[in-house]
């Protein structure tokens, strides 16, 4: 997923491969990136946000500011990662020091999905919103872009998926205008999730607002067990590319 995601570009950004190739390369990347995608796409506070925007009194127009600005700064963090992993130290794609980088990291997630599990609420007991969680129902328009934009940029966990996004990006030495391409694209993938359950909500408020509040209650239920999930499979991901690089 990540080989050769901190190996500084060959040659500069500028200089475009032939059509044909550049493409063959962008849709490689694009499924380097599928699994950062899908784990920025599954994580669960978000969606819970975005359910909790769905009972405030400007619901559609709130849900989509909040989705705006989550994708701006999906896309944005992706794409300076990107175009900065030119100014790293260069690394070899087998080289020691980045085989032990990925497993210690791998690790790292893995770790802490299991402390994410110790910790979840026991069966039975009753979970309460946090009281930031429950003024989101009284947001307005410019609360929920700020919303999205705090949640998507002081996220630790996001944040590293998006660095490694970047770097996976700046390992294809695409130009200029293919790399903000594939940051877009893989941002679109990452609030794909948030996407349509905002759509469904525009199109068919009214038949999907109950389904929707079942679901807020089981996300909130279950919130570390899924964020755990997502960890634990990013960081065996990492491990076993280290493991195959030693």
Known sequence: ?????????????????????????????????????????????????????????HAR????????????????????????????????DSSLPLAVLRILVGLALMVWAVVKVLKRPK???DVDMPGWMASIE?????????????LSAANVKELAFGFGAGLTIASADLA??????????????ACLALLVVIVAFLVAEQRVRG??????????RNNSVLIAGVLLIIGAILVGEGVSSL
């Open 1 to 57: 997923m990540i080989a050769g995601a901190i190996a500084r570009p060959a040659s500069p950004v500028w200089m475009l491969p032939p059509a044909p190739a550049m493409i063959v390369i962008m849709t490689q990347v694009l499924g380097d990136l599928i699994p950062y995608a899908v784990a920025v796409a599954t994580s669960p506070l978000p969606l819970i946000v975005v359910l909790l925007l769905f009972r405030s009194p």
């Open 138 to 150: 009284n947001s307005t328009v410019p609360s929920a872009a700020r919303l999205g934009l705090l």
């Open 211 to 220: 389904p929707l509040d079942s679901a807020r209650g089981w996300l909130v």
């Open 61 to 92: 127009a709130a849900s989509v500011a909040f989705l705006v600005s989550r994708f701006l700064v999906v896309a944005v963090v992706a794409g300076v990662v990107a175009f900065a992993a030119e100014f790293l130290p260069e690394f070899d």
């Open 123 to 125: 069966r039975g007991d």
């Open 176 to 189: 200029v205008g293919p790399t903000i391409l594939i940051a877009v694209l893989y941002a679109l993938v």
